[in-house]
């Protein structure tokens, strides 16, 4: 059973899919993309008496939760105290994404590099701690807001404008408290690790962009295209991770009655210190997860069971493709405001190219948008350059009106090859 609807929950639909060990797959509530992958089931993930039902009854041995709401909210508890296996940390431990301050707290007490930062729990005090920071602030909703939680403020007055929105209700409850960071300057990449709780390994590496305008301007987005692997995290920067920020956060959290088991999406600022924590991600992120799924070349639903049942160090070790992978956010228009739904999509004549559907749904036979993100093109190939020019042709002949992409995505390592040649 996979748990989600989107972008990342169709490319994990498509991967599971794929495992001999897999003979039916079903997903709640899913999108007409994974229904080729799936058979869709008209649950309420919210319900978690209902889900746990649902897996008692169609002999269910692996449940794959793919956003981090339904973890935050104790589905894996949940699922885990009916005796059913489930791919996601529990509620305690989902605290790595469902708290900022949480996260920050726990490098501080574990020694793993990150940026300065204090928490503030009401509007007077963030506005007073402002003075313990420079321009640019980056200013944080504590809780979950949909990848979009992140300013970053130029002047002291859009670091206060920021913090009034945040304490005004503008993030709903996730703004309850913020968190002030040090700006970090550095390269970012996103950086995958699975863990059972004890054992961990890397699960590869993606550079994704947020800013929804070509140059990385505009506001923060859920992300709006991505690569794999990020080449700036050569293997000896990968090591670094693993000891100085990875492992110390497993053994933190299983020292604190928090085993964590899933995967941890960390997203790391490259700075001349080396690398460092921005935050934790409790699942896979959207849309890096497409490009790592294409890229991966084993069984995603034995290695996922593994990480389930504890049993990771006996697993086959992650491969996979020696090939780039890039993937494309197709948004309907005004995101990621107030995008506009209900446009006409017709992909009948797309080549050479991998669709994940995000947000669409089916109207009278028609597919139509149905969510600020839309659409994921996913191409390979043998560099990040011509990963991309397969899937900006295969964009370009898809019709969607109503829709709009970044057209660079993949810009920094494109850069890169074109400067030595590859």
Request: net charge negative; aromatic share 6%.
């Amino acid at each position: 059973m996979l748990i989600g609807s989107g972008g990342r929950e169709h490319a994990l639909a498509w991967k599971l899919a794929q495992s001999p060990n897999c003979d039916t797959l079903f997903a709640a509530p899913g999108n007409p993309g994974i229904a080729q992958d799936a058979e869709l089931v008209d649950l309420n993930i919210v319900d978690h008496a209902a889900v746990i039902a649902f897996c008692a009854g169609h002999n269910i041995g692996l449940v794959v939760v793919g956003p981090e709401a339904p973890l935050v909210s104790g589905l894996g508890d949940s699922l885990r105290d009916a005796g059913i296996p489930v791919f996601g940390p529990n509620q305690k431990a989902a605290q790595l994404e469902g708290s900022k301050g949480f996260t920050k707290d726990m490098c501080a007490a574990a020694g793993i590099p990150t940026a300065g930062y204090a928490r503030h729990d009401s509007k007077a005090s963030a506005m007073a701690g402002l003075d313990a920071f420079n321009a640019p602030y980056v200013i944080k909703a504590d809780g979950l807001a949909a990848g979009k939680g992140v300013i970053i403020a130029e002047t002291r007055a859009e670091a206060e404008a920021a913090i009034d929105d945040m304490f005004g209700g503008g993030f709903g409850d996730a703004g309850a408290s913020v968190v002030i960071e040090e700006f970090m300057t550095g390269e970012e990449a996103s950086f995958f690790a699975l863990t059972d709780g004890r054992d961990v390994v890397a699960f590869g590496s993606a550079q994704d962009h947020k800013r929804v305008g070509d140059g990385d301007t505009g506001p923060n987005t859920g992300g709006m295209g991505a690569y794999s692997p990020a080449f700036v995290l050569t293997d000896e920067l990968q090591a670094q991770v693993m000891d100085r920020i990875i492992r110390p956060t497993v053994a933190y959290m299983a020292a604190n009655d928090m085993p964590y088991s899933g995967v941890l999406f960390a997203g790391l600022m490259l700075t001349d210190e080396g690398p460092k924590l921005i935050e934790y991600n409790a699942r896979f992120g959207d849309p890096e997860c497409q490009v790592l799924m294409t890229r991966f070349q084993g069984d995603l639903a034995i290695l996922m069971l593994a990480v389930a049942t504890g049993t990771l160090a006996q697993a086959e070790p992650p491969t996979f493709s020696h090939q780039a992978a890039l993937t494309i956010v197709m948004a309907a228009n005004g995101y990621p405001a107030l995008p506009e739904k209900g446009g006409i999509i017709d992909l009948a004549d797309v080549p050479d190219a991998k669709i994940f559907h995000a947000g669409t749904s089916e109207v009278g036979g028609q597919l139509i948008a149905s969510g600020g993100r839309v659409l994921n093109v996913t191409a390979s190939g043998d560099t990040v350059t011509q990963a991309q020019a397969i899937a900006y042709t295969a964009v370009d002949s898809i019709d969607f009106p109503g829709g709009f992409c970044r057209r660079d995505i993949g810009w920094r390592e494109v850069a890169r090859e074109g400067t030595t040649g590859t």
